[in-house]
């Protein structure tokens, strides 16, 4: 991926300073939200909002945000978008391009964002996939740097499943210098290659941690997720078995430091990964991420689309087929 990107589809190769800029667009737009002064760079735009998979926060921030930017969005779902639906991946991308201006996609499979961020000509967004969720760490590092938090100098701690929301920690952890330790119980290890790339880019910066205790101990920064993610359900009841001793409650927290923060993407499954005294307690940004999740994806909106050259329709000059207008149909058109 190029630094200056005109989708987002992973964190990899993302410069640090875009991001740092992204997070204070994301202030100024907070800051104008609601009053007279709140800009509307998207009028006249729409976003194609593609979920596969359930979603609240995401859905919807996507949603509210188009609108709050002068926007609109036109939902659409694996019946119209898939990769072995009614049309090529290629052909939807084309089709969606010339008609819209942003292509946000929650699927199972990851190649479908990756293909349609390929073949498009507008933005796409990768809203979560089965292997990663980058607008959701963006968010939570945007929460981290509104704390004051150091992003080069911080530890982040990761207690539970290796998936999807962990293997955007571990791109996130390439572009800024924060420490991220990985405790994860034995076959639920993520991505061995992105982890051993991630581990090579920060010398050593991510490591894994086989004891929660341990690796919880002094940390900045404690994050769980789901066990069972959108997909698995057919898993639950075994991994919960699996992950006993993973859970982050309040005995758990106290080994970090006091004011360490406690983080969740969110949907939470407590009494699983977290009790409601942690998730409910001091300590928990949960309901900060959430919101932050509108405020940083309308600045990255509003980025992509200022990256993207205005789109042209026309049909490559090769193929264009000089049409002779009568009189009648120039009257139509004029
Ligand atoms: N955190 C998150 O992406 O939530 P949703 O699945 O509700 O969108
Ligand atoms: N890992 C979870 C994240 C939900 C936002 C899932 O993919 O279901």
Known sequence: ???????LVGLLGLEKEWVLELFAQADRLR????????????????????????????????????????GDAVDLTAVEVSEHGRESVPDVAHVLSGMCDLIVARTF????????AKHASIPVVNALTDHSHPCQILADLYTLWRQGRDLDDMTVTWVGDGNNVLHSWLEAATIFGFALRVAVPDGFEPDAGLFLEAERRTEGRVRRVRDPQEAVRDTDVVYTDTWTSMGQEAEAQWRRIAFAGFTVDERLMSLAKSDASFMHC???HRGEEVTDEVIDGPQSVVLEEAENRLHLQKSLM??????TPPRVNEPPAAKRRRMKVSPQMAGVTA
């Open 302 to 307: 509003v980025t992509l689309s200022a990256a």
């Open 31 to 70: 800051a104008a939200r609601g009053t007279p002064k709140a800009p509307k760079p998207l009028a006249g735009k729409t976003a194609a909002l593609v979920f596969h998979k359930p979603s609240l926060r995401t859905r919807v921030s996507f949603t509210v945000g188009m609108h709050e930017l002068g």
């Open 109 to 116: 499979s990851h190649t479908l964002v990756q293909g349609l």
């Open 1 to 7: 991926m190029d630094t200056n990107p005109r989708s």
């Open 266 to 268: 969110l949907p939470a």
